[in-house]
């Protein structure tokens, strides 16, 4: 955990929060976040003859199968971001008690609407499980 006079405290709370759905909760888990390669090029494998006729087929089906792929990505994502059994909501009569309990609680750093539950739980002080990777995607 980094102290609050880390300059990069805010910004690491709020990799690990972006990072909450894979179960990220190291500094390396969120450096490998960072520096993961990109998804495949779609077109990569598309042998080009220079027939201008021929050559829009094969690189139409290949960008065809990228938005698929991506697609099917998609929806398993907005699956996890969606189900509703694995977060829960606190409120407040106002937004400034709600801020007000964000900052005397050391929260402020991770966000001020949704906070991911390891970061809170790690400023918190709550010793977590190790998670199922296997429930959790």
């Known amino acids: 955990m980094t102290s609050p ?3 990069n405290a805010a910004l690491l709370a709020q990799l690990k929060m972006s990072s909450s759905v894979s179960g990220m909760k190291s500094n390396d888990d969120v450096l490998a976040l960072l520096t993961a390669e990109p998804d495949p090029d779609p077109l990569a494998g598309v042998e080009y003859t220079g027939d201008e006729e021929d050559d829009p087929r094969p ?4 960008l065809h199968r990228g938005f698929r792929e991506r697609t099917a990505l998609e929806l398993e994502r907005m699956q996890l971001a969606t189900e ?4 829960f909501c606190v409120c407040f009569k106002s937004q400034d008690d ?3 309990f964000l900052a005397a609680a050391g929260l402020v750093v991770i966000g001020d609407k949704y906070l ?3 970061a809170t739980a790690e ?3 709550v010793t977590m499980p190790e998670p199922d990777d296997t429930e959790r995607g």
């Open 84 to 87: 509703s059994e694995y977060w």
């Open 116 to 118: 991911d539950g390891y």
């Open 98 to 100: 709600k801020d007000a």
């Open 59 to 62: 690189e139409l089906g290949a």
């Open 123 to 125: 400023l918190l002080g």
């Open 5 to 7: 006079e880390d300059p």
